[in-house]
C-alpha cells in the first residue's frame, strides 16, 4: 500500500464507514459516517492530512505518543516524496540511496538485480520496518478508538481498510507476515500485539518478501537494465519534470487540506 504505510494520493470522495469491527482484540464501537481527509494515505500524512470526522480522546501521554508517531510518518514521507523527485538520477547513480528515501515497489524492483543483495535486503528492511514502527506505536497509542481514525481517514482504501480488519481478526499473525503494511502495522498495535512479536513477524515478512523479488529481478535482469539504460538517456530532463510534479502535488495539497492536529 505507506504507501508508505507512505504512500499518498489524492482522494475526492467521502468513504462510508460504520461496519462492526471484526478483531477479536478490539471493543465493538458505534456506527459512524466517516469523511475523506483529501490524502490517500491510508494512515495520513502530518503535512496534506485534513481533520476526520472522528477525533479520539486522548490523554496528554497519549497525545504525546501520537504527535510523536506521527512527525516520524510526516519525515518518512518527506524523504519518500524527495526519493521520487529525483528517482531518474539516483537509480542508476545512487540506486541503494533511493530506496533508503523511497522504497516504492517500482525503486525496488529497478534496483534489485543491480546492487548487492545484502545490502539491498538490509536497506530496505531497516526502511519499511521504520515507517511500521511507528504506525505500530501511532495504533498502540490511539486504542480502540484508532479503528474509526484510520477508517476515516482511508480515502479511496475505506473497503480495503474494513477487509484488512475482517482478515486480521481471524489470523492476525498471518496477516502481520504476510501482508504488512501501514496500516495491519496499525491494527497491531490497537491490538495490542506485543511489539517483540510483531516485530520479528513484520521483519520475517519483509526479508521474505525482498528475497522472493530478488529471484524475480534476475530472471527480467535484461529487460530491467533496459529500462535503466533508456532512463540514464533521458534523467535530466524527466528529473525537471518529476520535482515540477512533486512541487505542485504538494503546492495543490497545502492549499486545499487544512493541517492535521491531535
Known sequence: MFRCWLMTATASSPTKGGRPVNISYIKPRRARRPVADGCGNILGVVQNAAPAAFTPVLDAGQRRIVRRCLSAIGLLSSLSMFGVAFSLYLVN???????????????????????????????????RISFYVASFFLGRALGDDGIPWIEDRAAWFGR???????????????????LNGPTVSALAGISAMPFPVFGALATTGMVIRLVIILQFAEQ??????????????????????????VLLYRWKGRRRLPRFEV
Request: proline share 9%.
Open 220 to 245: 527480467i535482469r535484461p529487460w530491467i537494465e533496459a529500462v535503466l539504460a533508456w532512463i540514464d538517456r533521458y534523467w535530466l530532463p524527466g528529473t525537471a519534470m518529476m520535482i515540477l510534479g
Open 93 to 127: 547513480h545512487a540506486p541503494l540511496l533511493l530506496v533508503a528515501l523511497a522504497p516504492l515497489g517500482r525503486h525496488i524492483w529497478l534496483v534489485a538485480p543491480i546492487v548487492n543483495p545484502f545490502a539491498f535486503v538490509a536497506v530496505v528492511t531497516l526502511r
Open 160 to 178: 480495503f481498510v474494513r477487509w484488512l480488519e475482517r482478515l486480521f481478526g481471524r489470523a492476525p499473525r498471518s496477516v502481520v507476515l504476510g
